[in-house]
């Protein structure tokens, strides 16, 4: 009988989970002061919001990973966002997807965003440890190095999609 080491095991169920990672299958938007919602299921806006993208993944042979420096709904080359203007309308954004095994959809990632609509600028929250939402991120993805409990400014592509909205409906 051969013995399998918890090192191969560990490794063995990584690849599993990473490779049950579906795409997105909708995003469900709450305002959370008026709790009106809106459902998107667009294929073309879904494709470019993938939550196993962006800061705490990484791609590349094992030993030569590289992180991702790009996607999800935010802008990571320009950080944490230091200020941001204060009574904003608050949105619960809810990312759902499905495991390749299966058509069942299933709540992965939970943020929060927030809209200036005088400057157009947007802002998203990542659940931190005493939030939450936290424990069902990092079990999507952990984004590391401090990113939970910090705001960030929301990609442009995000901003495209719903930035433009005073009150989602």
């Given at each position: 009988?051969?013995?399998?080491?918890?090192?191969?095991?560990?490794?063995?169920?990584?690849?599993?989970?990473?490779?049950?990672?579906?795409?997105?299958?909708?995003?469900?938007?709450?305002?959370?002061?008026?709790?009106?919602?809106?459902?998107?299921?667009?294929?073309?806006?879904?494709?470019?919001?993938?939550?196993?993208?962006?800061?705490?993944?990484?791609?590349?042979?094992p030993?030569?990973?590289?992180?991702?420096?790009?996607?999800?709904?935010?802008?990571?080359?320009?950080?944490?966002?230091?200020?941001?203007?204060?009574?904003?309308?608050?949105?619960?954004?809810?990312?759902?997807?499905?495991?390749?095994?299966?058509?069942?959809e299933?709540?992965?990632?939970v943020?929060?965003?927030e809209?200036?609509?005088?400057?157009?600028?947007?802002y998203?929250?990542?659940?931190g440890?005493?939030?939450?939402?936290?424990?069902?991120n990092?079990?999507?993805?952990?984004?590391?190095?401090?990113?939970?409990?910090?705001?960030?400014?929301?990609?442009?592509?995000?901003?495209?999609?719903?930035?433009?909205?005073r009150?989602?409906?």
């Amino acid at each position: 009988m051969k013995r399998i080491t918890v090192t191969t095991l560990s490794i063995v169920l990584l690849a599993a989970s990473l490779s049950a990672k579906g795409p997105t299958l909708r995003i469900l938007i709450r305002d959370t002061a008026l709790g009106a919602v809106t459902d998107i299921r667009d294929r073309s806006v879904l494709d470019q919001f993938n939550v196993w993208a962006g800061r705490g993944t990484f791609s590349g042979a094992p030993g030569h990973e590289v992180e991702a420096s790009q996607g999800f709904i935010i802008d990571w080359p320009a950080g944490v966002a230091d200020s941001r203007p204060g009574q904003l309308r608050r949105y619960e954004v809810r990312f759902f997807v499905s495991h390749r095994s299966s058509s069942a959809e299933e709540l992965a990632y939970v943020v929060f965003y927030e809209n200036d609509p005088s400057t157009g600028k947007g802002y998203v929250y990542l659940p931190g440890r005493s939030d939450e939402h936290f424990r069902l991120n990092v079990q999507s993805v952990h984004r590391g190095n401090g990113l939970e409990g910090h705001w960030f400014h929301a990609n442009g592509a995000w901003q495209a999609v719903v930035g433009g909205l005073r009150a989602v409906r």
